[in-house]
């Protein structure tokens, strides 16, 4: 039997337990954490987590901070990340998938997730490439259509402010919006009249993140066309013409 095909969830239950106590003490102690819409928070799964990526710290946020121990799909390297806290994401145990490929196998294995019931925590744009918001990569929409699953959309506002403003000597103020939970989301066809369909859902749930953010980080999704423009003039994706891994 393959890797996949024995995945049960929930796992590493007492690792995780800990990592969750030792985040949300860590960033109770470091910043000010606010958490507005926690009525939205579903008590189970299936559930797809989606929130913006603007730093390496926005997963270790999750841990601490939501009631589930999250499985999460994330890149094989981490490139924005010191190297110091990138064992952090491999004890707690993620799916890692190499950018740049169609990353079939980290895809199934949280299909797998959520087929049990579990909550499955992913960054729709790939990487915390930028303090705006970017498009989604595909990956994100594939699987919630491919599951059916609800999906939580999330903004994570104020995280990278949180060393800066320690060495100033003050607390970094951090804000974690939870939205409501929508969809499923459903897409027909085949080939590239598919694939065009997953790509707008991909912008309905970046829109659905935008709306939880400050107006001058929604980036592509901004109300501003101005803005809107100069996020697309200046955006890239490091794997558009690469292979991780």
């Given amino acids: 039997m393959t890797a996949i095909q024995t995945l049960r969830y929930p796992r590493r239950r007492f690792i995780r337990g800990l990592l969750h106590r030792m985040s949300n003490l860590a960033f109770h102690a470091l910043a000010d954490i606010e958490i507005v819409g926690r009525e939205n928070i579903p008590r189970e799964g299936p559930l797809l987590v989606v929130a913006n990526h603007f730093s390496y710290m926005d997963p270790a946020l999750l841990v601490g901070f939501m009631p589930w121990r999250l499985e999460f799909v994330g890149g094989f390297r981490m490139p924005n990340a010191p190297r110091i806290v990138t064992f952090i994401p491999r004890v707690w145990g993620y799916m890692p998938l190499f950018r740049g490929t169609g990353a079939r196998g980290a895809l199934r294995a949280a299909e797998k997730v959520l087929s049990q019931g579990g909550v499955l925590g992913i960054m729709p744009e790939g990487g915390s490439w930028s303090q705006e918001l970017r498009p989604a990569r595909p990956g994100t929409a594939y699987l919630a259509v491919r599951s059916g699953a609800p999906i939580l959309p999330l903004g994570i506002d104020g995280l990278p402010e949180l060393f800066r403003a320690l060495r100033r000597g003050w607390r970094a103020h951090v804000t974690l919006r939870v939205g409501e939970p929508f969809g499923p989301l459903?897409?027909?066809?085949?080939?590239?009249?598919?694939?065009?369909?997953?790509?707008?859902?991909?912008?309905?749930?970046?829109?659905?993140?935008?709306a939880l953010l400050p107006p001058e980080r929604r980036g592509w999704y901004s109300d501003d066309p101005e803005v809107r423009a100069a996020a697309r003039a200046s955006y890239s994706y490091p794997w558009a013409t690469a292979t991780e891994g």
Wanted: aromatic share 0%; no cysteine.
């Fill in 186 to 210: 459903t897409a027909e066809g085949h080939g590239p009249e598919h694939r065009k369909q997953v790509d707008a859902l991909g912008d309905v749930i970046m829109e659905r993140i935008a």
